[in-house]
């Protein structure tokens, strides 16, 4: 089977963040791949043990982006491949990433593709969905279980807590949820090996793309924090008196009972 | 000729969903003047529904019913909206931040070639343009963004933004629009249920959330009395799924939902930031817990520090005092 990943290297939100000229200061922060990406390589490689065929990890992103890549490798995908935007493009929303794998998996003729169902930094989860509606392949978001049987896959997909049973067809490009699996964690011989796997570079140019066919839709125009929360108050006296307490506040000051 | 904003209804359990409501009168903030159009998909029977949207402020509503629609699918879906879509012509789409907005709103932003701003918390009008506020970073931060090109296309988190009183005296037409559902790839074969029962977390307002601290599965008993007094429905932090108390369904967090209503009660959470990532925006909070060191604390407007399996069944009787 032909699988891929769709991974991306995030900002660790464990932690704290701050903002320094508009921006969310990255000076000295923890990057890692996006959580819900890593289900997805594991996922893959799962996959490819039982199916055969190989895992190619394909992120849109900068040089930064290579250590997640080989992260992914360690773990046992078999090549990478690094779309590197970094000299042409200061902006991208979802729309220009996945114009951009569009562009890539253009001949790739992928049976399997594999994403997070969002990134835990900007939190938009289109990338997925928008790539297999411009490809033309079934989609299912959220996965928590997928079983593939020739051309046939059975899926468990999330659905705000219930689980639905789908059955649906390849060529398939999932989002995978948490439940899924336990990633792995990469060993010593797999970070050895990962060194030498192939990674590959693109850049725009490659793909026969410029900066305007990818024109971000859409713009940030502030990023902010949100406002310090005063100090809450610890209600005092016996459980009775607490509770009393308790409940006048909140149906009197703050009208929510 | 005026805007128009196209709102893509939902229901559930023969139901409209209130997101759906909160979504027209996101449609109403965004520009004020626009016709608003509603649209439903379902099988059949959903003239009761579109007749809801509009007393809570749609102008009119498209009904797509048909056999293929009785169950979401992004195929089935897809196709219905895409056939109003093409027909309207919207100068704007809204539909709620679910499960079936996040699955379906990018398909459709993808084949309109057109650029989405995802689980909107609010929306402002700055410059002559149209803002939405959106939160980045699990919750710790929050971007405001701009369509730059194309039609103006969002979908808005539950709860945040509150919808129009309803007016049954308002009347607009309801009309069916005849598509041709097919070519369907995806079956539901099955759908097991696992959520809590009664009110949806994730649309809730008030929620009971317990942490390790509740101890065991029998522990949650007194909370999910507490929030059947409140009207509410019951969470949980990661620690007390991992620890087999309840349901994955019920996690609030990072991983999980993230949910915002008007009060959060967390008993026996002790406030790791995963989980304050997904309650922190909650309107009011209030931490009960026996730990005063507890994390929890720095983010409640009231704490109460002391036995949970004392204080959370003193206050349900309280609860129910006045709400009888």
Redesign the interface.
């Known amino acids: 089977m032909n699988i891929y990943v769709l991974l991306k290297r995030t ?1 660790d ?2 932690e704290k ?1 701050s ?1 320094s000229d508009g921006q ?1 200061e990255d000076e000295g922060a923890e990057y890692i791949i996006n ?1 819900y990406d890593e289900y997805a390589v594991e996922e893959a490689i799962n996959q490819r043990d039982a199916h055969g065929g190989e895992v190619t990890v394909v992120t849109v992103g900068d040089e930064e982006s290579e250590k997640q890549l080989r992260t992914a490798l360690a773990m046992g995908a078999d090549q990478a491949v690094l779309i590197n935007t970094e000299d042409d493009l200061e902006d991208g ?3 220009t990433t ?1 114009k951009i794998l569009d562009a890539y998996f253009g001949d790739k003729e992928a049976d399997l593709i594999l994403a997070g169902n969002v990134a ?11 790539l ?3 490809l033309g392949i ?5 996965i928590t279980a997928l079983e593939i049987d020739g051309e046939t896959a059975n899926i468990d997909k ?12 390849l060529p398939l490009l999932v989002t995978c949820q ?2 899924l699996n336990d990633p792995r964690y990469p060993s010593l011989p797999g970070i050895m090996k990962a060194k030498k796997k192939p990674l590959e570079e693109l850049e725009l140019d490659d793909l026969d793309l410029d900066e305007n066919d990818v ?12 406002p310090e ?1 005063e ?5 005092e006296g016996d ?2 008196e ?3 307490e ?2 006048s ?3 009197d000051d ?1 009208k ?2 | 000729m005026g805007n128009k904003s196209l709102v893509i209804g939902e229901a559930k359990a023969g139901a409209l969903r209130n997101v759906t409501l909160e979504a027209i009168a996101a449609a109403k903030q965004m520009d004020e003047d626009a016709e608003i159009v509603g649209m439903l998909c379902g099988e059949s029977g959903i003239g009761d529904q579109a007749q809801e949207m509009i007393y809570h402020g749609a102008d009119r509503v498209v009904t797509v019913e048909h056999n293929n629609l009785q169950t979401y699918t ?1 195929e089935g879906y897809g196709q219905a909206i895409m056939a109003v879509a093409d027909e309207e012509s919207p100068d704007a789409i809204v539909m709620g931040h ?2 079936i907005g ?2 379906i ?3 459709i ?3 309109l070639d ?6 909107a918390i609010g929306i402002e009008h700055e410059d002559g343009e149209t ?1 939405f506020t ?17 039609r103006t296309f969002v979908t808005i988190r539950p709860n945040n933004i509150k919808p129009l009183e309803r007016d049954s005296s308002q009347s607009g037409t309801v009309s069916t629009k005849d598509v041709d559902v097919k070519d369907i ?11 809590s029962e009664g009110v ?3 649309e809730a ?2 929620i009971v959330a317990g942490g390790r601290g509740v101890k065991s599965e029998e522990g949650f008993k007194p909370l999910y009395d507490l929030a059947d007094a ?1 009207g509410g429905a019951v969470g949980a932090s990661r620690g007390a799924c991992d620890a087999e108390y309840c ?4 996690q609030i967090g ?4 993230v949910v915002t209503p ?2 959060y009660i967390a008993v026996g959470v002790s406030g790791a ?2 989980h304050l ?1 997904g309650m ?2 909650s ?5 009960i817990n026996k730990d ?1 060191e507890s994390n929890i ?10 036995d949970l399996f ?2 959370i069944p ?2 349900t009787e ?2 129910k005092k ?2 009888s």
């Not at chain 1, 999330?158 to 067809?169: M, P, R």
């Not at chain 1, 024109?215 to 949100?226: D, H, R």
């Not at chain 2, 919750?139 to 194309?150: H, N, Q």
């Open positions: 900002f939100t464990e963040i903002i969310i959580p929303d979802s729309f996945a835990i930094d900007e939190a938009s989860g289109q990338v997925g969905p928008r297999a509606e411009r079934n989609a299912i978001t959220t999330d659905v705000e807590g219930d689980v639905e049973k789908v059955e649906t067809s948490q439940g024109e971000a839709k859409t713009e940030t125009t502030t990023v902010f924090l949100p929360k100090a809450g108050r610890i209600l459980v009775d607490q509770v009393k308790l409940v506040l909140l149906k703050k929510v009972l | 992004p679910t499960a996040k699955d709103t990018p398909k932003a993808s084949k057109s650029g989405l701003i995802s689980d803002v959106r939160p980045i970073y699990s919750g710790k931060a929050f971007e405001k963004k701009v369509i730059r090109s194309g790839h995806t079956v539901i074969k099955d759908v097991i249920r696992k959520g949806d977390l994730s307002n008030v409140l349901d994955y369904s019920l990072q991983t999980g939902k008007d009060l930031i995963q990532a922190s925006n309107k009011v909070i209030v931490a005063a604390f720095n983010v409640a407007d009231y704490g109460i520090v002391g004392e204080i003193t206050l309280e609860v006045i709400k």
